[in-house]
């Protein structure tokens, strides 16, 4: 192998790091309290597990968390009216309905009811309309998690050919966008488009958001670029026993990372940037609404 690993799990840490010290400075200097409101509708198993998980990480750098557990069968007008609720909260600073939401529930309608400066996952359609526009806005999570580790790694992107494979609204779009918004020549990529290898070929950086394990491999790769890996997909681990599985992004790691000159593993990568984002859009949100500055490195 020859690629440098990007470690999304240190560099999460370091992130949950700073806004822990910059939580906690509020606390004292401006008796502020950073609040997260979490909703979710119905039992999805895996959507339980990443509301505990941001409950628990909200908790861990000093802000408030509030949950808030609905039935499956709640109706739209109780969704709406607890984030009427949440919007006048001033010790709510951001707002998270975890999605999917039920098949009744008209997902567009319901995040486009947060308040935008609120928005912590930058999907209402005002957040959509400013970062598209290159304005100040909330950033969805993960490609805002994308973008900080490419910054780190190569400084400025200026002039870079970027490929984004999918466009979906929370990965590829946005992601887009925000390389855009570097001076990069993006290309987006999708199920429609034609000799997918040629295109990825010609990148200096890739970014997977898919949802097709080990989709992308090393022989698409150009030596050297690096390589965004978004996905999480499970599949079956026979070599680990009977019904076991494991973890794969979109791209094959090993052979990508045998020309690839930086890669981010799966897991490890982009998955754990998302929480630690989620954390930091929430802090800006409380700076914002309050008149402070913002911390430095945690927003674009
Ligand atoms: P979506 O299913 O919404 O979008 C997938 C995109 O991939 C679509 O644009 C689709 O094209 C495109 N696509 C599908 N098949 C092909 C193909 N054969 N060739 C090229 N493009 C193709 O997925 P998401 O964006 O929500 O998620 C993508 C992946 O990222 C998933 O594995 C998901 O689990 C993961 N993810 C990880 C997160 C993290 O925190 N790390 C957060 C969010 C997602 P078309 O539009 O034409 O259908």
Not at 155 to 177: C, D, E, T, Y
Not at 208 to 213: M, Q
């Amino acid at each position: 192998m020859s690629a440098t690993l990007i470690d999304g799990k240190a560099f999460a840490a370091m992130i949950r790091g700073k806004v822990a010290d910059h939580v906690a400075r509020l606390k004292k200097e401006q008796e502020l309290t950073p609040g997260l409101a979490v909703i979710l509708v119905g039992e999805d198993p895996a959507s339980q597990v990443y509301v505990r998980s941001k409950g628990k990480q909200t908790t861990e750098v000093g802000m408030n968390s509030f949950e808030h557990k609905l039935a499956a069968n709640t109706s739209e007008a109780e969704l709406l009216a607890l984030i009427q609720q949440l919007n006048a909260n001033p010790e709510v600073h951001g707002i998270l309905v975890q999605l999917p939401l039920p098949d009744h529930l008209d997902e567009d309608l319901v995040i486009n009811s947060i308040d935008p400066a609120k928005d912590v996952d930058g999907f209402h359609i005002s957040n959509v309309g400013l970062l598209g526009t290159g304005q100040k806005s909330m950033v969805p999570c993960t490609p805002l998690g994308c973008l900080m580790m490419l910054r780190d790694h190569h400084g400025s992107l200026s002039g870079m050919n970027a490929v984004v494979i999918g466009r979906s609204n929370i990965v590829g779009k946005p992601m887009a966008q925000l390389l855009l918004g570097e001076s990069c020549t993006v290309t987006v990529a999708h199920s429609r488009t034609k000799d997918l290898a040629d295109v990825v070929r010609r990148a200096d950086i890739v970014v997977a958001a898919v949802g097709r394990p080990e989709m992308v491999p090393g022989d698409w790769i150009k030596p050297g670029a690096t390589v965004i890996d978004v996905g999480i997909n499970r599949i079956e681990a026979p070599e680990k026993g009977e019904g076991k599985t494991r973890l794969v992004g979109d791209c094959h790691y090993t052979s990508c990372a045998e020309v690839a000159g930086a890669i981010t593993p799966v897991p490890g990568g982009v998955g754990p940037m998302t929480i630690a984002c989620l954390l930091a859009n929430t802090l800006t949100a409380a700076c914002r609404a309050n008149g402070l500055p913002e911390p430095d490195g945690l927003t674009v």
